[in-house]
């Protein structure tokens, strides 16, 4: 396949990248001061929850090292090979590790929702968790689809 082929979905993951990666170094660490500053007893939950969010960006984006190392794949013309299965599997593991840590921070999402009498906040993290969960089971689908066309295209190339 040609090199441009996969250049929207590449300059998409750089996009995504960027922007969770100015998220956690500038606006997590300023909510972080300001709500210090203005309400002490609102950032006793707050602070687990932005913890939460820059620890889960972590498998975030080792999920986006592996997307850009599949989309080389498809580009070099392997997207049937056992590199990409691999590549699948650990985005797979990444958005289920995303979605743990959302898990164990909703507790605090809730906490912080009865704070500031804002149930929206709870939704964010049940949107996060969702999101993630959908990506993991969509990763894991085309996994299995993948291996299986591997197999099958192993047991063409063998009858010739």
Request: one cysteine or more; aromatic letters at 10%.
């Amino acid at each position: 396949m040609k090199y441009g082929s996969t250049i929207i979905l590449r300059i998409a993951v750089i996009l995504i990248g960027l922007v969770v990666l100015v998220l956690c170094i500038v606006a997590v660490p300023a909510l972080a001061i300001n709500a210090t500053i203005n309400n002490p007893n609102f950032a006793k939950p707050l602070y687990p929850v932005l913890i939460g969010m820059c620890l889960a960006a972590i498998p975030f984006f080792i999920a986006l090292f592996h997307t850009w190392k599949l989309l080389k794949c498809v580009d070099n013309g392997n997207a049937f090979s056992t590199l990409a299965v691999t590549a699948l599997k650990k985005i797979k593991y990444c958005a289920l590790g995303v979605a743990g840590v959302y898990l164990l921070t909703s507790p605090f999402f809730y906490m912080l929702a009865q704070k500031d009498d804002a149930p929206g906040i709870v939704v964010i993290c049940l949107l996060f968790m969702g999101a993630s969960l959908v990506i993991a089971i969509f990763a894991a689908v085309l996994q299995r689809l993948l291996r299986e066309a591997i197999a099958i295209k192993t047991e063409n190339d063998l009858t010739v």
